[in-house]
């Protein structure tokens, strides 16, 4: 059978650690592994999706990297305690199947809200 068969069936491919164990658990582990090494890395900032995309050949972890410098405030709307902000960076998806890393997007927009404290006497 040929590994793009056995990757389209949701099995795990790939002659490197930790994808030649064939194991789940291993290769989530070494994902959230390369996770926490990559916040690690100085002056940049890593976030990462575990849950949101899992099944057949589609099976990955997203990673959302960017630069603090490269945050930049779009709207502020402080009667909603609403910011509209833009974060340019790049998004790696690596596969729980392959040793892979790929979908490269160069750019994310999000929104968040501006909490303030009031100080009362």
Do not use: W
């Amino acid at each position: 059978m040929s590994n793009l068969h056995c990757f389209t069936k949701g099995e795990i491919i790939g002659e490197s650690y930790p994808y030649d164990t064939k194991d789940g658990k291993e290769v989530e582990a070494y994902i959230k592994q390369l996770y926490y090494r990559m916040k690690r890395i100085p002056n940049m900032l890593c976030e990462a999706e575990f849950d949101h995309f899992g099944s057949c050949y589609a099976s990955f972890v997203e990673f959302f990297c960017y630069r603090r410098e490269d945050v930049r405030i779009i709207k502020k709307k402080e009667k909603y305690g609403i910011l509209e902000y833009e974060i340019k960076g790049i998004l790696i998806n690596v596969s729980h199947l392959s040793p892979s890393f790929f979908d490269l997007r160069p750019r994310f927009l999000g929104f968040g809200l501006v909490f303030s404290c009031l100080d009362g006497a």
